[in-house]
Structures are given as structure tokens and as C-alpha cells.
């Protein structure tokens, strides 16, 4: 069946650097993609989303793009801080379609001072 | 705003007995809620959905007898694990979605479910 899925189950990276972490989808149908965080023991924390009609959206230290053709999303974190160690996984979703969320297997972002 | 909350945070409970979790929206009115279970160190995969007022649909491969949901307002739906299992330990999470045509689900903190 059609998943999504990440190409990194771990991640790594130095204090201020910054981080980016790739979630691809093949559902060609879905037109609504979140990213969460997630620390250990607790809920999915929203972070960012965007809709298939755009590539590009910021919010603060974080940014997420959508390639569409290749059937691609990545989440870019400015500045990583000790704050941002979590498990962050992609969501995707069609609108109409009961609102239901696909998740991906997710990534480990473990910040280094 | 936009909060959801989950009780009890963790249980324990004896293989065969009976669990119930409780989810809550706090701040609005969910008229769709959203189960899901977790195990450790892998993703979310939704159990159910459940709508106020009618029947949860449930994912394929979860057991709707064991499982058993109801949404019998627009701030609370629950949970039951019927005769629960070693098995049955996991992370259960639910979501809530409110009116409107956003897509956003707004997610509880969880509770953790160990049946020994």
C-alpha cells in the first residue's frame, strides 16, 4: 500500500547548526503534509504544514518544502537548539478524506552541544 | 486554545481486565476524534475515527469488539480495551478536530497502557 516514509531514522547535528530532515510520500493524492515533534512520553507537538498548492512555508527557525514532482517534503530547522532533540515525523493527508493522517516512520534529531 | 487532554496519563492493569482512557477537548467543540496507538520507537498508526453522536470507523485489522470507542459528546470520547493483553501495552493518542474546514487535529498528551 501507498506509506510515507523518511530516509533517516537518526539524526545528528552540532548546537546552532542547522538541521534538515526529508520525509517522502507516495501518495500522489494527498494535498495537506504537517510535521510534528515529538518528545519522549508525550503527544505529537504541531510544527509547521502546508497545502500541495504551495513548495514553500516558514515559520519561526523552522521551514518546510514541498516537491510535488518528486513526491518529497523536508522540514529545515534554523540555529538547532538542546530544545529541539525530539522524534519529528511527517503527516500527510486529503482534504475531504475524512481528514485521516498518514504518518511517516520518523527521524531522530539529537542536538550535540 | 486547542487543547486536548488524556486520563489517566499511564495504567497499569492485570491481563483480562478492562481498560478505559478518556480523551477531552477543553477549549472547543471536537466533532471528530481520532485514535491511534504507538509502540515504542516506531510511528503512529491510527486506530479509529470517531464522530459525536455515531459509530467510530475503524482501520483495517483493528478488532472494533475489542477496542471500543464511543464520542457521546462534542468535548469527550473514550477508549475501552476490552480483556486486554501483554500485547495490548502501548502509547494511545488521540486527536481532536473541531468545526470548520481546517484540517488540523489537535493531539492529547497520551497515555501509556502496561498490562501484565
Known amino acids: 500500500g501507498e506509506s510515507v516514509g523518511l530516509h533517516l531514522p537518526t539524526l545528528s547535528v552540532q548546537e546552532g547548526d542547522n538541521s534538515i530532515i526529508n520525509c517522502a510520500y507516495s501518495?500522489?493524492?494527498?494535498?495537506?503534509f504537517i510535521w510534528y515533534k515529538q518528545e519522549s512520553g508525550k503527544g505529537p507537538q504541531f510544527i509547521i504544514d502546508i497545502r500541495s498548492n504551495m513548495d514553500k512555508r516558514q515559520g519561526q527557525r523552522v521551514t518546510v518544502l514541498l516537491n510535488k514532482t518528486v513526491k518529497h517534503l523536508s522540514l529545515q530547522i534554523a540555529a538547532t537548539q538542546p530544545g529541539d532533540s525530539a522524534v519529528y515525523f511527517c503527516a500527510e493527508s486529503i482534504t475531504g478524506g475524512g481528514n485521516k493522517l498518514t504518518f511517516g516512520t520518523g527521524t531522530q534529531l539529537k542536538v550535540e552541544l | 486554545g486547542a487543547v486536548v487532554s488524556q486520563h489517566p496519563s499511564w495504567v497499569i492493569c492485570k491481563s483480562g481486565t478492562s481498560v478505559k482512557i478518556e480523551c477531552r477537548s477543553l477549549d472547543f467543540q471536537a466533532t471528530t476524534m481520532f485514535w491511534y496507538r504507538q509502540f515504542p520507537k516506531q510511528s503512529l498508526m491510527l486506530m479509529a475515527t470517531?464522530?459525536?453522536?455515531?459509530?467510530?470507523?475503524?482501520e483495517q485489522g483493528v478488532e472494533k469488539d475489542k477496542f471500543l470507542i464511543n464520542h457521546a459528546s462534542l468535548t469527550l470520547s473514550t477508549l475501552t480495551v476490552t480483556s486486554a493483553h501483554p500485547e495490548d501495552s502501548s502509547f494511545y493518542i488521540c486527536?481532536?478536530?473541531?468545526?470548520?474546514?481546517?484540517?488540523?487535529?489537535?493531539f492529547g498528551p497520551g497515555t501509556r497502557l502496561t498490562v501484565l
Open positions: 501518495n500522489s493524492a494527498s494535498d495537506y
Open positions: 486527536s481532536a478536530r473541531g468545526r470548520g474546514t481546517s484540517n488540523e487535529q489537535f
Open positions: 470517531s464522530n459525536e453522536g455515531s459509530k467510530a470507523t475503524y
